[in-house]
């Protein structure tokens, strides 16, 4: 398990989260490379499809990160995406996942320090959970 090196995936919001993961980037404020950002324009844009999808194809943890509250350039999407990620955490254990495996925060462009904690604590904490009981995908 000490080799064990989890997968996650981080579906950041283009106006806020994105813009603190690429000033942890560019302030070289050290983040592990354990995860993948992938850039939406709105956390409300983040469909219960595209976090299935990624845990069946192998992912060990996925965090949503978008503007704070009454922060989204969209107005709403940020509470859509809070609702979705609670329905999600709370379906989880029925596909055998821990809802801690599925995170959902608030990430200022002015808070790239905020990101690496972030993405040092889920893979502290996925390494506590062990891989993914859906390792290898499921069809
Ligand atoms: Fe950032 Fe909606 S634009 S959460």
Same mark, same amino acid.
């Given at each position: ?21 690429? !000033? ?27 976090? !299935? ?50 995170? !959902? ?23 506590? !959970? ?10």
């Amino acid at each position: 398990m000490d080799d064990y090196d989890p997968k996650i995936i981080a579906f950041c919001c283009n106006w806020c989260s994105y813009a603190a993961a690429d !000033l942890a980037g560019t302030s070289r404020i050290q983040y592990p490379s354990n995860v993948r950002v992938i850039r939406v324009m709105c956390s409300g844009r983040v469909d219960s499809i595209f976090v !299935l999808e990624s845990f069946k194809k192998g992912a060990d943890g996925i965090l949503v990160a978008g503007c704070h509250p009454r922060g989204c350039y969209y107005l709403t999407g940020n509470e859509k995406a809070e609702y979705r990620m609670e329905f999600l955490r709370e379906i989880m254990p029925q596909i055998g996942l821990n809802p801690r495996r599925l995170r !959902l925060e608030w990430i200022a462009g002015s808070e790239p320090d905020k990101f690496a904690r972030v993405c040092r604590e889920m893979v502290e904490d996925l390494k506590r !959970l062990g891989p993914t009981p859906l390792k290898g995908g499921i069809e």
